[in-house]
């Protein structure tokens, strides 16, 4: 009885907290038309994003629950990463290619080395393991690999096609890009109608199922809601990054990979670490390899498909080889932690210091 009723006290302060923190919008959008100085826009920006990305995965869920296993199932998966696809896209459409690169990479390895690791410290804190469904860790983990070595070979084919490996090329890497978004498009659709038709018995969890709290109506507007303010938080954030980034003396890259990625993630991140928590385990590792893989067969692919239609379009190779090693070492340490059905403390710790390990590598990057 103790157990329910601090569920209920920590669920009662949660909104009021996250009530609280949307005073970040309005200060945001003072800030901007105040001429305030960049790094303060930016951080209030940043901040309103990171809050409404967790009224965003609120809302969709209270929609699961309206719509069933199957359908919720499927409003969960889509609006998983609304808060990266609009941030990144407003900063595409700014012309900072680099950084959407940067971020998208942060974001793999942020859900799935940061993420993952302390969801599983919390978790360990006070168990000696946990355990989880080998299973739907095996296909997550597996299609992780097989998405990033899509990912990964529009760059391989740029490197051997400029030294000369390739003789007589047809393609371009925008052109290989595009080829290459549409199967990773088709994939995430397999993937849907794999865990969530074909096979949802053995995938389902009950995390879509019970009573709503809140009204279809209040739930569908909060999701377009945040959505569209989000939008606008996310142009503010692209017109001060360059600037914010020559303020704090460090590169574009390392706000892209570390803090704009982190901002569009954090959403994630409390939720697996408060499954993780519960004892859930399987929960908070699908959030977390889930995400990334969402981030891997649609942000991506959509980024470069809209991207077409813009003066710079965006293709899949990134010029950076460090954010090619992160991507491909993530993918694979994910596939060795998930591969027992099992995790401790330590292994949690272990994804914390490769993160950490990345982290200074982009930080090292010069500033520009």
């Avoid at 879509?208 to 938080?233: F, K, N, Q, R, Y």
């Avoid at 993780?276 to 990334?292: E, Q, V």
Wanted: glycine residues 8%.
């Amino acid at each position: 009885m103790s157990q329910i009723s601090s569920d209920m006290t920590e669920s009662d302060r949660q909104p009021t907290i996250l009530f609280g923190l949307l005073a970040l919008v309005p200060i945001s959008l003072g800030l901007k038309y105040a001429d305030a100085p960049e790094l303060a826009t930016f951080v209030a920006s940043a901040g309103a994003i990171a809050v409404l990305a967790e009224w965003i995965r609120r809302g969709t869920e209270q929609l699961a629950r309206h719509a069933g296993p199957t359908i919720g199932g499927l409003v969960m998966v889509s609006f998983g990463s609304v808060a990266e696809l609009v941030l990144a896209l407003f900063i595409l459409v700014s012309g900072e290619t680099s950084v959407v690169q940067a971020q998208i990479t942060g974001s793999i390895i942020g859900t799935s080395l940061f993420g993952l690791g302390i969801a599983i410290l919390v978790g360990g804190a006070s168990r000696r393991r946990q355990k989880f469904s080998s299973s739907k860790a095996s296909l997550l983990s597996t299609l992780l690999i097989l998405a990033v070595i899509a990912l990964l070979l529009p760059a391989i084919f740029d490197y051997t096609a400029r030294q000369d490996h390739l003789h007589d090329v047809r393609l371009t890497d925008e052109e290989l890009s595009l080829g290459a978004s549409v199967v990773l498009l088709v994939l995430y659709g397999g993937n849907l109608a794999y865990t969530l038709i074909t096979h949802r018995d053995a995938f389902a969890d009950d995390e879509a199922h019970g009573e709503p709290a809140w009204g279809l109506g209040m739930s569908i507007g909060v999701v377009v809601g945040c959505t569209a303010i989000i939008a606008v938080e996310a142009e503010i954030v692209s017109r001060v990054l360059t600037q914010t980034a020559a303020a704090l003396r460090i590169s574009t890259a390392f706000l892209g990979a570390i803090v704009l990625a982190l901002v569009g993630t954090c959403a994630d991140l409390f939720a697996a670490s408060w499954f993780a928590h519960r004892d859930r385990m399987t929960i908070a590792l699908s959030i977390c390899i889930g995400s990334a893989i969402q981030l891997v067969l649609v942000v991506a692919p959509v980024l470069v498909l809209i991207s077409t239609f813009m003066d710079e379009p965006m293709s899949l190779v990134f010029d950076n080889p460090l954010y090619l090693f992160a991507i491909a070492s993530t993918a694979f340490i994910v596939n060795a932690v998930a591969r027992d059905g099992e995790t401790t403390w330590f292994e949690g710790l272990l994804l914390l210091g490769v993160y950490v390990l990345f982290a200074l590598g982009f930080f090292f990057i010069g500033p520009g």
